[in-house]
C-alpha cells in the first residue's frame, strides 16, 4: 500500500534549512523539494517511464517557482503522461523546437540565399553585396562601424530627408 503523505505547506517549504546530507520534503504524487548541503533547494517530480523505468524532472529552485507553480507543472506533466507522451521526450522536443525556430532568422535566411547566388555574380558582387543588402535595409553603416537603425536619432539625416522634400514641393521661381 501507498504511503500516506501530508502535502507541504509555503511556511515547511521556506523553513527548510541545509543539513550535512541532501535530503527531500515530499509532497506526493511524486512532487518533492530536494534541500542540498548548500541551501538550494530545487523541485523535482519522479515517475516512471512507459517502459517503466523510472526517471526524474527537476522544475527549479524554491523561491524561483513556487509551491503553486510546482503544483501546477505536476499537474500538467501528468496530463502528459496520461495521453501517452513521455514528459522528458517533450521538453527535449520542446527544446530543439525553440532552437530551430531561433536559427531561422533573416540573417540565415539571407546567408542561405547569398549562398546559392554566388555561383551566377561576379567576384565584385558576390563580395558586396550581402553586406549592401542587410545595411541598406537594417542598419546605418558610420565608416567602419555598423549599427541597427532606430539606435540612435541623427538630425543630420532628418535635416537631408526634409530638405530633400523640400526640393520636391518646391516650385521654382
Same mark, same amino acid.
Given at each position: 500500500?501507498?504511503?500516506?503523505?501530508?502535502?507541504? /505547506?509555503?511556511?515547511?517549504?521556506?523553513?527548510?534549512?541545509?543539513?550535512?546530507?541532501?535530503?527531500?520534503?515530499?509532497?506526493?504524487?511524486?512532487?518533492?523539494?530536494?534541500?542540498?548541503?548548500?541551501?538550494?533547494?530545487?523541485?523535482?517530480?519522479?515517475?516512471?517511464?512507459?517502459?517503466?523505468?523510472?526517471? /526524474?524532472?527537476?522544475?527549479?529552485?524554491?523561491?524561483?517557482?513556487?509551491?503553486?507553480?510546482?503544483?501546477?507543472?505536476?499537474?500538467? /506533466?501528468? =496530463?502528459?503522461?496520461?495521453?501517452?507522451?513521455?514528459?522528458?521526450?517533450?521538453?527535449?522536443?520542446?527544446? =530543439?523546437?525553440?532552437?530551430?525556430?531561433?536559427?531561422?532568422?533573416?540573417?540565415?535566411?539571407?546567408?542561405?540565399?547569398?549562398?546559392?547566388?554566388?555561383?551566377?555574380?561576379?567576384?565584385?558582387?558576390?563580395?558586396?553585396?550581402?553586406?549592401?543588402?542587410?545595411?541598406?535595409?537594417?542598419?546605418?553603416?558610420?565608416?567602419?562601424?555598423?549599427?541597427?537603425?532606430?539606435?540612435?536619432?541623427?538630425?543630420?539625416?532628418?535635416?537631408?530627408? /526634409?530638405?530633400?522634400?523640400?526640393?520636391?514641393?518646391?516650385?521654382?521661381?
Amino acid at each position: 500500500m501507498a504511503k500516506i503523505i501530508v502535502p507541504l /505547506t509555503e511556511m515547511r517549504v521556506r523553513n527548510a534549512k541545509p543539513q550535512p546530507k541532501a535530503y527531500r520534503l515530499f509532497d506526493g504524487g511524486g512532487l518533492y523539494l530536494e534541500v542540498a548541503p548548500s541551501g538550494s533547494r530545487i523541485w523535482r517530480f519522479r515517475f516512471r517511464q512507459m517502459n517503466g523505468k523510472e526517471n /526524474t524532472l527537476t522544475y527549479g529552485p524554491y523561491p524561483e517557482i513556487s509551491l503553486r507553480e510546482a503544483r501546477e507543472k505536476r499537474l500538467e /506533466t501528468r =496530463r502528459l503522461m496520461l495521453q501517452g507522451v513521455d514528459p522528458a521526450m517533450h521538453r527535449e522536443d520542446a527544446k =530543439r523546437l525553440a532552437a530551430e525556430q531561433a536559427a531561422n532568422t533573416f540573417e540565415k535566411i539571407a546567408r542561405e540565399w547569398y549562398a546559392n547566388k554566388v555561383p551566377m555574380w561576379s567576384e565584385r558582387t558576390s563580395k558586396n553585396m550581402i553586406q549592401r543588402r542587410a545595411c541598406k535595409n537594417f542598419c546605418v553603416n558610420r565608416g567602419h562601424e555598423i549599427i541597427p537603425k532606430g539606435m540612435f536619432h541623427d538630425r543630420h539625416d532628418d535635416h537631408e530627408e /526634409t530638405s530633400q522634400k523640400e526640393r520636391a514641393v518646391s516650385i521654382p521661381s
